[in-house]
């Protein structure tokens, strides 16, 4: 059964709902108005299809151009003649960027866009690739956050209103700069107790009320039998109903690199695989002499080559990895980033229907479950526990198996929910952060922060991507103000579309269909992921060689991914690695660790030819790759494969190269193997002694016996209870094999709680640990607790 959980007393519940009502109700008559809003207007620099962008050489020589270029040879010294005077370098010439920005993932990038967008000369710059950290690994939702509403109200926050507020415009804004990106989806809220009904309708209704003419769609309730026609998997055991309310989604780094390219697109510098490793100052007269910062020190990650760059200023937009940026401005000073690691997992496509999402609003300990259809399976998460700062941090399996065991509350007892069918799992580093300038230095603030340090360091921190837009306007004004800069004038950021959005139409795939013969589901997906861009993808596209689809070899029958795209993304996106295009060009890894695994030979074959690497470099790519695998829930076992042995399997390296591993048990699909289908098969006719396909409760007891279990009448009698729904007495091989599948469970059961409890012994000690949580004991750490709703999840 169901567990109903409460928020208030029933009265107050009901007494809000009733105000609610009564006040929005003429306005939930009226049509969204933003469902008819105006189309944003075309910016007049957009590009035509087929642009193409600077080079990533192109970028490095003009960040070369701003400093003292110093080569290093490979014995780690300067080469001589390629230092530039000191006058020269200190001079304030036209080569000074107004900023650099350390960091490309949504705030990063964001922040590029406007300034360029501004007019001023803007670098960018990111130690690993766009969108490589937290900014790849959210919810992938657009929303304004019916859980902070829900605070808002009940403990009178008026700055969670408004924060809500702020998410639900710039929510609208999001969809309209990225359509091709983003969409509407509905959410079902499942209701299992009359009085709920009520409260959650009259919420959602006033999440639509606070939008005003930013809504989407209106909430609205249904009843038991349409909420199980729009959501078939549900538990029907209890419910009463269901409330559905819109929110935004959206393909997060996409979404991220069409930022980096727009704001190219708009003269911005923008440098992956580029670290900063120095910060330097000088005297400022202007400030009494104080120490400013000027210029920092690059080191170009794919060469070793470091060199100067100058600025007027420096953004520090690295989410998580703030503190480290931070440090090398001052080098005492206190960490103000509380990391929370939020795990997600990715299910096949049949635990969800493939329109609609749902929320468990009120978890055991205070989460937010979200389970929703993305990319064509269904990712469900998250979840929340202190953690240390780390680029690839590694799903805790107690995290996985809390999800699991949540969606098994949830869903009908038809679909068994198995370990089995995790196809992908991720940790997502969420930064929390604490106000520097705060009297209350432990309390973690509500949104986003803007600090300036003595040395004009500006850190921003915090937020999610609802808001990345209004968060780099912000961080740009403040900029402005702190640098004395000149821009053009004020944002405009609102009205830009971003790259590929331009000519893009929800039917646009067709024209892709007829023009290039491309299968449906590859065109589709290149429209939603390129926009109007995918015209250059599928320019690209080999040909099949086949009488039907003409163009277009996927790497995988499973999922729409070409090999076209492997090329697009060297040419004209950045991809320096294969893990660039697994997991931020494309969603490969997100979606299915076991196929990226057998895509990666052909992955890194293509990018090969197109950055011309050898064999060795070929194979440090597929190892560098596979260590990333195992973030995204690779097994152990299989990252001992090599690239030859994945090579040669053509695709299909079985359980993940665990054929012969007990892993593989744990990580099948399928509960039984074919050979194990047989066995069973020739073990129910052993006892099907009249060969009628039915055995009797004595032969039950000889076959459970016969498997190595202590089986009594007592037991034989309650399986059949279990089995025998028709009370016929006896069992068929149907109910033979449900009986075998359920011990099959226990046994896994077990080996999975073996595997967390190894999983937990090898987390990091007590030493090094960051964070608000930092001296909690192991127990209190591990203990669930009542989560506040700024630490609940939802997206970051």
Not at 121 to 145: I, M, P, Q, W, Y
Not at 321 to 333: I, M, Q, Y
Not at 442 to 453: A, F, G, Y
Not at 767 to 772: A, D, E, F, L, Y
Request: aromatic share 8%; glycine share 8%; with cysteine.
């Amino acid at each position: 059964m169901y567990r109903a959980r409460s928020f208030m007393p029933g009265r107050r519940a009901l007494v809000l709902s009733t105000a609610t009502v009564a006040v929005g109700g003429a306005y939930l008559l009226s049509r969204p108005a933003y469902a008819d809003s105006q189309p944003v207007p075309h910016y007049k620099k957009r590009p035509g299809p087929l642009w193409s962008p600077p080079s990533r050489a192109q970028m490095l020589e003009h960040l070369r151009t701003s400093g003292i270029y110093v080569h290093r040879t490979a014995e780690g010294g300067p080469e001589p003649g390629n230092v530039l005077k000191k006058e020269e370098a200190e001079s304030e010439g036209d080569d000074v960027f107004d900023l650099l920005i350390v960091g490309g993932g949504a705030t990063g990038a964001g922040t590029a866009l406007d300034a360029a967008s501004r007019g001023l000369k803007v670098a960018c710059v990111e130690r690993d690739d766009f969108a490589s950290g937290t900014s790849s690994k959210s919810t992938k939702l657009v929303h304004g956050g019916v859980r902070y509403l829900q605070k808002a109200i009940f403990e009178l926050d008026y700055e969670q209103w408004k924060l809500v507020k702020e998410a639900l415009k710039e929510r609208r804004v999001f969809l309209e700069t990225a359509p091709h990106l983003s969409s509407m989806l509905p959410i079902l809220l499942p209701i299992y107790t009359w009085w709920q009904l009520p409260y959650y309708y009259a919420g959602c209704k006033l999440y639509d009320i606070l939008a005003g003419k930013e809504n989407m769609e209106s909430a609205y309730w249904m009843g038991k039998g349409k909420a199980m026609e729009a959501f078939p998997m549900i538990k029907s055991e209890g419910l009463v109903g269901g409330v559905v309310y819109y929110d935004g989604q959206h393909n997060d780094s996409r979404m991220n690199i069409s930022l980096v390219m727009t704001a190219v697109q708009h003269g911005a510098v923008m440098a992956n695989h580029v670290e900063v490793t120095a910060l330097h100052k000088r005297p400022d007269p202007s400030r009494g002499g104080e120490e400013r910062i000027y210029g920092a020190t690059l080191k170009d990650r794919m060469t070793g080559e470091e060199w100067k760059v100058r600025c007027r200023g420096v953004v520090n937009a690295t989410g998580p990895f703030s503190d480290g940026v931070r440090k090398l401005d001052e080098p005492t000073v206190k960490e103000i980033v509380a990391p929370s690691a939020g795990v997600h997992i990715t299910l096949p496509n049949y635990y969800g229907p493939k329109t609609m999402g749902l929320l468990d609003p009120a978890t055991s300990d205070g989460r937010v479950i979200f389970f929703l259809p993305w990319q064509g399976n269904v990712i469900a998460g998250t979840t929340d526990s202190p953690t240390t700062v780390s680029q690839n941090p590694v799903p805790a399996e107690k995290e996985i198996q809390w999800i699991l065991d949540e969606v098994r509350n949830y869903l009908s007892p038809d679909v068994k929910v198995r370990r089995g069918d995790v196809l992908s799992a991720w940790s997502g580093i969420r930064p929390l952060v604490m106000d520097p300038a705060a009297k209350n230095t432990q309390s973690l603030v509500r949104n986003h922060m803007i600090n300036i340090s003595k040395g004009g360091l500006l850190t921003i921190a915090g937020g999610k991507w609802t808001t990345y837009r209004a968060m780099a306007e912000e961080t740009v004004d403040a900029a402005i103000k702190e640098y004395g800069l000149k821009p053009n004038g004020p944002s405009t950021t609102e009205h830009i579309k971003l790259v590929g959005g331009h000519a893009w139409t929800k039917t646009m795939y067709i024209k892709l269909i007829q023009q290039f013969g491309l299968e449906t589901e590859v065109a589709k997906h290149l429209s939603e992921s390129y926009g109007d861009r995918a015209w250059t993808v599928a320019s690209m596209a080999a040909t099949t060689g086949e009488t039907w689809p003409l163009h277009g070899i996927r790497f995988s029958a499973l999922y729409p991914y070409i090999e076209a795209e492997a090329r697009y993304a060297v040419r004209s996106e950045y991809a320096l690695t294969a893990v660039d295009f697994i997991a931020r060009r494309t969603r490969m890894s997100f979606l299915n660790v076991q196929v990226t695994l057998e895509s990666l030979p052909r992955v890194i074959d293509i990018m090969g030819e197109e950055l011309g690497w050898d064999r060795a470099k070929k194979e440090t790519e597929f190892d560098n790759a596979v260590e990333f695998l195992k973030s995204m829930g690779l097994p152990e076992q299989a990252t001992k494969l090599k690239l030859a042995d994945v090579a040669k399997s053509h695709g299909n390296i079985g359980t993940l190269g665990l054929a012969n591993s007990e892993d593989a048990k744990l990580y099948a699909r399928a509960q039984f193997t074919p050979d194990e289908v047989a066995n069973l098969k020739n073990q129910f006719e052993l006892f099907d002694f009249d060969h009628d396909q039915h055995i009797t409760k004595d032969d039950l007891i000889h076959a459970m016996t016969n498997m190595g279990y202590d089986a009594s009448t007592e037991m034989a009698d309650s399986i059949l209870r279990e089995v025998d729904f028709g009370r016929k007495g006896f069992v068929d091989f149907q109910d033979y094999l449900d009986i075998a599948a359920g011990l099959k469970e226990l046994q896994l059961e077990s080996a999975f709680t073996h595997l967390a409890q190894l999983d937990s012994s090898r987390k990091i000690g007590e030493k090094g640990r960051i964070g608000s949580h930092a001296n909690d004991s192991s127990e209190q750490r591990d203990s669930r607790r009542k989560i506040p709703v700024e630490r609940s999840g939802g997206g970051t």
